[in-house]
C-alpha cells in the first residue's frame, strides 16, 4: 500500500466519524450574537486541511475497540485547539498565507483572528469536559498548556543564532508534536485502553508530529508553493532558526556566520539571499541532515505501534507515518 494510499484508505475507514466530527464543528463554531466567528472560523476550517490530528483521534479509539460517542467530540476538541494555534500562529507571524488561501488576519484583521481563537479554545474546553473523564480532560487541556509554552519559546529563540538543536527540538514538541501525542492518547484512554496501549500510541503521535513539523521546515526551502499551502521561504523571511538553519550555522566558517547574522539576526535581506541560504544548506548537507532526522522520527512511531494488537487500522497507521515524510524521501 503506498503512502498516500495509506492516508486514503484511514479517511476512508472512518468516514462515518469523520462526517460527525465536521457537523459537530459546524454546531460548535456557530454564534448566535457575534456571526464574525463562525466567518472566521469557517475560513479555516473550510479551507481544505487533511484533519490528520482528529484522524488520529478516531483512528486511536477504534483501535482500541472504542464503540461510544465521545471519540468525536474528542476529535473535534483536537481540531478547535489546532485551529485555535492556526489562528494565533498567524498574527504572531504576520503570515498572509495559509492553506493556499489569504490568511483570516490578513481578510479581517489582528484582534479578530485573536479573539476567535480564544473563541475555539474556550470551545474545546467544553467539548473536553462532556466526555466525562478527567484524564482525558487533563491530557488536552496540559496540551494546550505546552503548545502555548512552546510558542513562547520560538518568540525568543527565533532570529538568535545562538538557537540549537536542543531548543528546536522543545520547540517543536511543545508548538507541535504535544498535540499529536494527545490526540492519539486521548482517543486511547477515552477507549479505557490498557496502559501500555495508550503509551504507545502517545509515543506514536509524539514521533509523529516531531517528524511533520521537521518536514514542514524543510520544504519551506526545497518546496513547491501549492503543496504547501504557503510561499517558499516563509520561514527564511520571517527568520525562523528551523532546523535547516540551525544545522547550517552549526558548520558555518566566519564568512558563512556573517551572512547568517546580517539575514536572520539584523533581518536585512536582499534580493538572492534565499537562494545563498539554501545553497549553503546544500554545501553542508543541511537539507539532508534534516532528511534523515524525520526518518529517524518516523522510525520511533513506527516502532512505538509493535506494542500493539495487529490490526488493519495498526497496519495503515505504520504507513501514515511514511506518508508524512514522502513528500522529502
Same mark, same amino acid.
Request: hydrophobic share 45%.
Given at each position: ?22 457537523? /459537530? ?37 477504534? +483501535? ?21 494555534? /492556526?489562528?494565533?500562529? %498567524?498574527?504572531? %507571524? ?58 513562547? +519559546? ?9 538557537? #540549537? ?21 486521548? #482517543? ?22 516531531? !517528524? ?7 520544504? %519551506? ?36 556566520? !556573517? ?27 543541511? @537539507? ?6 524525520? +526518518? ?8 512505538? @505501534? ?12 505504520? %504507513? +501514515? ?9
Amino acid at each position: 500500500m503506498s503512502e498516500q494510499g495509506a492516508f486514503e484508505r484511514l479517511q476512508a475507514l472512518l468516514h462515518e466519524d469523520m462526517e460527525a466530527v465536521n457537523h /459537530l464543528i459546524a454546531t460548535r463554531m456557530a454564534s448566535e450574537h457575534a456571526p464574525r466567528i463562525p466567518e472566521v472560523t469557517a475560513h479555516l476550517v473550510n479551507a481544505g486541511g487533511k484533519r490528520l490530528r482528529p484522524l488520529l483521534t478516531l483512528a486511536a479509539a477504534r +483501535l482500541c475497540g472504542y464503540d461510544g460517542p465521545h471519540h468525536v467530540g474528542l476529535a473535534a476538541t483536537v481540531e478547535f485547539i489546532h485551529t485555535a494555534t /492556526l489562528l494565533h500562529d %498567524d498574527v504572531v %507571524d504576520d503570515s498572509d498565507q495559509r492553506r493556499g488561501r489569504p490568511t483570516a488576519n490578513l481578510l479581517w484583521d489582528n484582534p479578530s483572528s485573536v479573539l476567535v481563537g480564544d473563541y475555539l479554545f474556550a470551545r474545546s474546553f467544553q467539548l473536553m469536559v462532556e466526555t466525562g473523564s478527567l484524564r482525558v480532560l487533563s491530557i488536552l487541556s496540559n496540551a494546550a498548556a505546552v503548545i502555548a509554552e512552546g510558542e513562547v +519559546l520560538q518568540l525568543s529563540a527565533a532570529q538568535n543564532l545562538a538557537t #540549537g538543536r536542543d531548543i528546536y527540538m522543545k520547540v517543536i514538541r511543545g508548538k507541535t508534536a504535544a498535540l499529536f501525542a494527545a490526540a492519539t492518547e486521548a #482517543g486511547a484512554v477515552i477507549a479505557d485502553a490498557p496502559e501500555p496501549h495508550a503509551e504507545a500510541l502517545r509515543d506514536y503521535g509524539d514521533a509523529l508530529g516531531i !517528524a511533520f513539523q521537521i518536514v514542514d521546515d524543510l520544504l %519551506d526551502y526545497g518546496g513547491v508553493t501549492a503543496s504547501l499551502g504557503k510561499n517558499v521561504g516563509d520561514d527564511f523571511r520571517e527568520r525562523k532558526m528551523s532546523l535547516p538553519v540551525i544545522l547550517a550555522v552549526e558548520q558555518a566558517d566566519a564568512e558563512e556566520r !556573517a551572512f547568517w547574522v546580517r539575514v536572520i539576526e539584523r533581518g536585512r535581506q536582499e534580493d538572492g539571499d534565499l537562494e545563498h541560504a539554501q545553497g549553503l544548506m546544500a554545501k553542508h548537507g543541511a @537539507l539532508e541532515q534534516t532528511r534523515e532526522m524525520a +526518518l529517524e522520527e518516523i522510525g520511533k512511531a513506527r516502532a512505538a @505501534l509493535d506494542g500493539l494488537p495487529e490490526s488493519e487500522l495498526r497496519a495503515i497507521l505504520g %504507513d +501514515l507515518a511514511d506518508f508524512v515524510v514522502s513528500r522529502v524521501v
